[in-house]
């Protein structure tokens, strides 16, 4: 293995202003893994086709950056799905079938895994419940942060009270999308168009996530914050899905982004 360094992640600035002491968290980027090849940095994605120990090390690396062990990381099997998972003190490593985690639990680290979705950071600072989403157009349209607030408030939480942080995602500029992607967005609600602009390709638009999440997050009634980072241009530091099918390369690596309650 090499580069024995932590990686160092970005952090939210909505996070460290309000809830600094009672909450650790990152958005990983590449850097400080031990990957390779295409997948090259901190490739946490046991669903990539990289080797699994150096997968299992950068998941490792994570947690030495949190300060647990490899067994406090929580995250789940991700199919763009609204499901949220309620973990605590018993999480015994498996990974449900969902698209978020929410715990009370101080020591147990949430993660969820982009490579050009959304992934959202919770904290209610008070009530010291954090949760953590992994949002594209489907979970994002499906309700996965609607939920993921609704599974906090189970906890303790309260909406007013939470704080949520979008971090590095597919920005407007680099997600074209056809017209039965538009489609269906406009089926559900007409309003939907205002997250669309021409694209230069006939009958193509360009997608703003970005503000689909965040604007969903602000009517849900909690603060929100966007980093504003587009993952596809920034090879250097960031996995893409996108980026990787335009070079029609065999795989990709995931990035993490993870919350934790301070013990």
């Not at 490579?115 to 349209?141: S, T």
């Not at 309003?191 to 669309?196: I, L, N, S, W, Y």
Request: include cysteine.
């Amino acid at each position: 293995m090499k580069d024995d360094a932590l990686p160092l992640p970005l952090e939210s600035p909505l996070l460290e202003r309000h809830a600094a002491g009672v909450v650790r968290h990152g958005f990983f980027t590449r850097a400080g893994g031990v990957s390779d090849g295409i997948w090259r940095g901190l490739n946490v994605g046991l669903g990539s086709h990289d080797a699994r120990e150096k997968v299992l090390e950068n998941r490792a690396r994570v947690c030495r950056w949190f300060r647990v062990p490899p067994d406090r990381l929580a995250t789940v099997h991700q199919v763009h799905s609204p499901d949220v998972v309620t973990v605590d003190d018993g999480y015994d490593g498996t990974r449900p079938a969902a698209d978020a985690l929410v715990t009370a639990t101080p020591g147990l680290v949430l993660g969820v895994l982009t490579a050009d979705c959304g992934p959202i950071l919770f904290c209610d600072p008070e009530a010291r419940v954090v949760g953590a989403a992994h949002a594209g157009w489907k979970g994002a349209l499906a309700g996965v942060l609607e939920n993921t607030i609704a599974a906090m408030e189970r906890l303790g939480a309260r909406r007013d009270r939470i704080l949520a942080s979008l971090g590095p995602s597919i920005g407007r500029q680099n997600y074209e999308v056809g017209p039965e992607f538009v489609d269906r967005f406009l089926a559900a609600d007409a309003g939907h168009a205002r997250f669309f602009t021409p694209s230069q390709k006939p009958g193509h638009a360009l997608f703003d996530l970005p503000g689909l999440t965040t604007e969903r997050l602000g009517r849900a009634g909690v603060t929100a914050e966007n980093l504003d980072i587009c993952t596809y241009p920034d090879e250097e530091r960031f996995f893409s899905y996108r980026r990787t099918t335009h070079r029609q390369e065999p795989d990709y690596g995931r990035q993490i982004s993870a919350i934790m309650v301070r013990a």
